[in-house]
């Protein structure tokens, strides 16, 4: 029987640290080469989906230490702790008290050897590239299998980016974006079209941009589908990112 040591407590405490709870589970399979005494960060405040989650992380092998946080402030406690050794963290992005995006930034400056993977059930194209752009190793849906989260999580720890194969195609466009940058004729843009551009790459809402620049919704629309057509773009962030590529912001 492979052990899983898991610290953290549900239904959700109100106290900074998690208290200690141990369980152990059977696995079928196992990671060869891991080092005794692993601490994996477990960032998720769903007690079902964090369950799966230490099935997944106690699969890999035996010696396998699971802190649970159900918030940011625990997680950030938890990193800032140097008593406590990390070897992986598995990061969910939508917390009560914030955005596991904090905890990947936090991650990558106080310990940036521990390689921190997304598990979210958010699965637009900005949250992945957001949480990759901040030094996230990987992104996995939350409708993965636990097999393939296990397979997933030996990605990461042989220094592999494990993506979910239905976020994948975000990454190619984002690639035929980064193309489209260096390829591109020289984009010329009206002034009112280089505000939006403003606005959303300070993450506005339409609703917002048009507030901020004083016009209407259907202008604020016009603009984007303008800029769309300007930029051979499909979305805001690959509008974004081929603008500050060719100065434009």
Known sequence: MEQCRFFGGFP??????????????????????LPPHMNALLLEDD?????????????????????????????KALVANAQVGLDLALIDMNLPDGSGLEVISELRRERPDVPALVVSSLASEHSVLSAIRRGARGYLHKSESVRALTDGLSQVLQGHYPISPSLARYLFNQVGADRLVFEGEPVHLTPKETETLRCI????????????????LSTVQSHIRSL??????????????????????
């Open 47 to 75: 007690p079902v989906f964090a369950s799966a989650l230490s099935r997944a992380i106690g699969a890999l092998g035996e010696g396998w230490q699971v802190h649970g946080c159900q918030s940011i402030a625990q997680a």
């Open 201 to 216: 790459a300070q993450g506005l809402s339409y609703n917002e941009s048009a507030q901020q620049m004083g016009v209407s």
């Open 228 to 249: 769309y057509r300007k930029l051979e773009v499909r979305s805001q962030v690959q509008a974004v990112e081929k603008a500050r590529g060719q100065g434009l912001l």
């Open 12 to 33: 959700q405490s109100h106290e900074n640290a998690c208290r200690p709870l141990i369980t152990s589970h059977e696995h079928p399979t196992r990671e060869p080469d």
